[in-house]
């Protein structure tokens, strides 16, 4: 049974997103979010910030604005494709051509607008996440996904995306990220939706705890 419980939805003006406006908890969600904020909160041994872009998978990277921006650094890393969670139009509506000059090797882009508050569905940008980081995989490639700070929106679909292709729970997830990037998930709705994404998939709990 899922414990996130959507009470009310409203659409949200402008932004042709959907927003969720209320939400109820049940006791395992309660102890399982309060089990992710332990981890979330925990200081890293001699890092409390986030330094440059994260390797997630041989094929993946987290970062930010300014990562994605630095193109020494985008061809020191073997960047091939870029996610940006941050673009100002909603990816319904338009798809931007790839923004990069050739030289830059960066061979595919894809871009959305997706909104760092609370209640913003941040998961109705999963399926089209997954299917262009798996096609750059396929392809040899390496993407980096980012956001403006690395830290919500990127990281959230970050976090689904690991949790399905290694076929972890979320708190594995979030620890195996958590231990390069200390800073990650202050949005409460985004960690409430894993849960849920999670709930759905069975991987909040190793598989021998789910029989």
């Given amino acids: ?14 932004s042709g ?18 089990k992710m904020m332990a981890i979330l909160t925990r200081t890293n ?15 993946l990277y987290l970062g930010n604005m300014a990562d994605a921006h630095d193109i020494k650094l ?13 673009a100002t139009k909603d990816y319904s509506s338009e798809l931007k051509d790839n923004p990069y000059p050739e030289d ?4 595919d882009y894809l871009e959305f607008e997706a909104l760092d508050n609370e ?14 980081i798996d096609r750059a995989r396929r392809l040899g490639g390496r993407v980096l996904i980012h956001c ?20 972890l729970t979320l708190i594995q997830a979030i620890r195996d990220i958590k231990i390069s990037r200390p800073v990650i998930l202050l949005n409460e709705s985004f ?21």
């Fill in 74 to 86: 985008l061809k020191r890393l073997k960047i091939t494709h870029i996610v940006n969670c941050a």
């Fill in 17 to 34: 997103s959907r927003t969720i406006t209320k939400m109820a908890y049940n006791e395992d969600e309660k102890r399982y979010l309060e």
């Fill in 191 to 211: 960690r409430r939706q894993l849960y849920s994404f999670a709930d759905e998939r069975r991987l909040l709990y190793p598989e021998r705890s789910q029989q």
């Fill in 148 to 167: 403006e700070m690395g830290v919500n929106r990127s990281a959230a679909l970050c976090i689904a995306y690991l949790m399905e292709y290694q076929d």
């Fill in 104 to 107: 830059t090797g960066i061979d």
């Fill in 119 to 132: 209640g913003y569905p941040i998961l109705r940008h999963y399926r089209d996440t997954r299917l262009f």
């Fill in 45 to 59: 041994p001699g890092s409390r910030c986030n330094r440059g872009p994260t390797l997630v998978l041989d094929h």
């Fill in 1 to 14: 049974m899922l414990g996130l419980v959507l009470q009310a939805v409203h659409q949200q003006r402008g």
